[in-house]
Every structure is written in structure tokens, then in C-alpha cells.
């Protein structure tokens, strides 16, 4: 079917007239196949013009793209993986190929000896997962997953909560889009009592002072949430925080209600 689609579209005069002329394509077909053709335009010539070709028709419609669906069936069997992490004693697989080409952060990890191709290896130290100063604290199973997601398939239904955590990960990765996301996710969040006082949290990590505009609108929305929903919102979250910016939080929060309780005399 292919080989009579071509040889009908270079019989068309205006397709074998330009096909003669380019001597590099007549190299490249051969002089038996070039002969052939030579014989078919004759013949055709004969018995009149050559009609234009309907190529759809000739081949059928093309088949619609199933790549998104084929990696995220990839995905969820996570076949032939060779990359793990264990975070909350819960066991994440992956394929490294598949990290490493959506961020060269990550294939800079993966390149620096120890973690070879084809092994299943926890991957903590390289992808530095576990608490440090960088990333002000721990990725869950949940966003490291939805991480995964993203990354494989293009998942964006990504819940508030591992939005936040996210967000040093993936400004520390290059996940640029990854990180788009979350931010939209997290400023629609912000009226959220359950998790509103986390979101505040992220606005106080080292690596949000890059995105100062963001950072101190999310903050004031927050706030401004938080103190006319006082009682919905669990306080003492703040306990669990880092030390390093909860006191700065609880400050900033309890100036907040202050002025809030005076306009409201």
C-alpha cells in the first residue's frame, strides 16, 4: 500500500517532473527501481492524466496519538523500574530515564556514579528527600507521587496540601511547569480553613524569597482568611512547623488579629 501511494504521487507530472530533475533522489531510488518508474509515467502518459491522489482515502484516517495513555499505564504498572525511593516507610518506584529527562538537576543526581542503570536503589541521599535546610522540610509520599504523575502523563489534579510541600522540590528540580501548577493550586486554595495556615507556611521558606511578589500577596490572602475564620483553623499546627520561621508566622499572625479585633471596635 505504501510502495503504490509513492509510485502514484511521483507519476503526478508535477511530482515526477521535480523528482527527475533532483539527481540526488534518482541516485537514491536505484537504477532498477528508477527504470520501473520511468516505464509506469510512459504507460501512464498513454492512457491520460494521473489523478490528483486522495491520501486519506488511499491510507485511511491516521490513528489518534495514544502516547499520554501509554505512559500512564506506564505509570501505574511500573514495569521494568529502576529507581526507588522509601519516604514514610511507603516504597515509590520510578524509572530514572523518565525523572532525568524532565529535569537536568535530576539527571545530575543520577550521573554521579553511585546509582547505576539498571538497579533498584533508594535514591534518598541524591534526590535529597529527607529534611535539610534547602528544602525546609519533608516531601510526603503524596506530593512525591503527584510529582510522578505530572511528570509521566501530564496529571494536574494535584490536592492543596502536597502543593505546598512541592513547591521547594520542584523550584529546587527546575520543574518549571510542575511549579506553575502548584501555585495556581495553592492561590485557589487560600480560603481553604484546613489547610490555609500551611500554605502560609510555604510563604516563609528561604526559597520563596526568589518569587517576592507571589510570596507576599499568597501571605496577605492567607492572613486575611485566617483571621476572619479564626475558629475554623487549627492553631497549633504552628507547634509542628520549623522552628526557623514559626515564630515569625505566629508573630505575624497574632499582629494580624490585633488590628483586626481594633478595626472591629
Do not use: W
Amino acid at each position: 500500500k505504501i510502495k503504490k501511494f509513492s509510485q502514484d504521487y511521483l507519476l503526478y507530472p508535477e511530482n515526477f517532473k521535480e523528482f527527475v530533475l533532483r539527481k540526488d533522489l534518482t541516485n537514491d531510488l536505484g537504477m532498477e527501481l528508477f527504470s520501473e518508474l520511468v516505464t509506469m509515467n510512459a504507460m501512464s502518459a498513454a492512457t491520460g492524466p494521473v489523478a490528483k491522489l486522495d491520501k486519506e482515502k488511499l491510507l485511511g484516517p491516521c490513528p489518534a496519538g495514544k502516547i499520554k495513555e501509554d505512559f500512564k499505564e506506564l505509570y501505574h504498572n511500573m514495569i521494568y523500574h529502576d529507581g526507588s525511593v522509601r519516604l514514610d516507610n511507603e516504597n515509590i518506584t520510578f524509572h530514572k530515564a523518565i525523572l532525568a529527562g524532565a529535569s537536568k538537576q535530576i539527571f545530575e543526581s543520577f550521573n554521579r556514579g553511585k546509582l547505576s542503570a539498571g538497579a533498584l536503589e533508594e535514591c534518598n541521599e541524591f534526590l535529597e528527600l529527607a529534611k535539610d535546610q534547602r528544602f525546609e522540610g519533608r516531601i510526603s509520599p503524596e506530593a512525591f507521587k503527584s510529582m510522578l504523575k505530572f511528570v509521566y502523563y501530564g496529571d494536574v489534579d494535584v490536592e492543596p496540601l502536597p502543593a505546598c510541600l512541592l513547591i521547594p522540590f520542584v523550584r529546587f528540580y527546575g520543574l518549571n511547569e510542575l511549579q506553575e501548577v502548584c501555585e495556581k493550586i495553592i492561590a485557589q486554595s487560600v480560603s481553604n480553613s484546613k489547610v490555609v495556615l500551611k500554605i502560609m507556611a510555604v510563604t516563609y521558606l528561604a526559597i520563596m524569597a526568589a518569587r517576592e511578589d507571589m510570596r507576599d500577596k499568597l501571605r496577605r490572602e492567607c492572613v486575611a482568611h485566617i483571621v476572619t475564620h479564626l475558629p475554623e483553623v487549627n492553631l497549633n499546627e504552628i507547634k509542628h512547623m520549623d522552628k526557623e520561621f514559626a515564630l515569625d508566622l505566629a508573630i505575624d499572625l497574632l499582629t494580624a488579629c490585633q488590628k483586626h479585633q481594633r478595626q472591629q471596635k
